[in-house]
């Protein structure tokens, strides 16, 4: 079983206290999908400074392990998609130092993904029939707006 890994970071928050800080370095969405959807929807990892109490975020690539598919993808924050090509080869190297506990040798496959793509993918090929069912079923409001447009349309000509 692939582990979840975090590595301890020094971070400064926007008013300057210095403090360490558990940053996400992989993620397997199979047991640790709570993990997945904690991240902001830019793929950034949401953070408090301890002194302060203030919210940012860190944007940080993470290696998703997909159980359900024996595959990984790096997840690259928005911010950090135009650097893409050269955070995948850094953190393949890091990732290449972590215990065989945290990685296996499909890691170094793993294409990048936005956290859209992985959600999906780990929302495709885990979620049960069930819970797809809920999750695809449109909501009130959904089927609202699809028929909205029903009201103005005019009656065909053969009736009144
Ligand atoms: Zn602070």
Redo the contacts with the bound molecule.
Sequence with gaps: MIKTHRQSLAL??????W?TADVLVTLNAGVDADLLYALNADGSQPIT??????SWSISEPIGVFLSATDAWALLVPHALLHRAVELRAAALQQLRTLPPAHINADIFDMPVRSLEAIRELVQRTSAPEAMRAVSEAPSAAGIARAFADLDSVPPPSNRK
Excluded: I
């Excluded at 400064?12 to 206290?17: E, F, L, V, Y």
């Design positions: 400064s928050c926007p008013q300057g206290h403090f400074c301890p002194a302060c109490a203030l």
